[in-house]
């Protein structure tokens, strides 16, 4: 994505925005053969669910956008944290096209003293969200590249400290398994170095 001045920025932003969009979108509904679900380890069964935490698992949509405010002011940054996410994008996609894996939502049914907002946050989620596109988790490689980008900026510690529970969180509104969490890491630390460069030019 290019752009140099403001408006092709958010050109490059909406354009990018709009095309993650579709790659995730698709996978829902095509993929090659039936989706796989994997055995729960026992890591997996040791995690809580907690439906609350919807707040959190839907808050990394405005970590994602309060990110690119932030690097606002360094266009070039701002691109390359674009470009960023379009890989990881691109990249989760071909893993939910080739090899989709599912997540076993049946065994997590909403415990009774679920709060009416926890309640709803969840069945929003399995209503409009397929339990498929898990392995490598999105979420998490986005939370990730959020970070990394606003390393050398003065919300790089609220950003490390609201990043790690935005991703845990996938863990405990049950969406993913702790293999997505650690491939999506990778995944993250991979695609932000391929294109952070340092700046100089604190905002």
Do not use: E
């Amino acid at each position: 994505m290019t752009g140099r001045s403001g408006r092709g920025l958010l050109i490059a932003a909406t354009a990018t925005t709009l095309i993650c969009a579709a790659m995730y979108a698709v996978p829902q509904h095509w993929h090659r053969g039936d989706p796989t679900q994997l055995s729960l380890t026992a890591w997996d069964r040791a995690v809580p669910f907690w439906p609350i935490t919807g707040v959190l698992y839907f808050g990394a949509f405005l970590f994602l956008l309060l990110t690119f405010i932030a690097l606002w002011p360094q266009r070039l940054q701002a691109r390359r944290f674009l470009n960023a996410c379009l890989l990881a994008q691109t990249v989760g996609m071909l893993c939910f096209l080739l090899w989709p894996t599912a997540y076993p939502r049946d065994l997590y049914p909403l415990p009774a003293s679920t709060s009416p907002l926890g309640a709803a946050l969840v069945n929003w989620c399995r209503s409009n969200d397929q339990a498929v596109n898990c392995l490598p988790s999105l979420h998490v490689s986005t939370v990730v590249i959020c970070v990394a980008f606003l390393r050398g900026t003065r919300w790089f510690m609220p950003g490390l400290l609201l990043g790690v529970p935005l991703a845990l969180s996938t863990l405990t509104f049950k969406q993913h398994y702790v293999v997505d969490v650690i491939a999506g890491l990778v995944l993250g630390l991979v695609s932000a170095g391929l294109f952070l460069r340092p700046s100089s030019r604190k905002v």
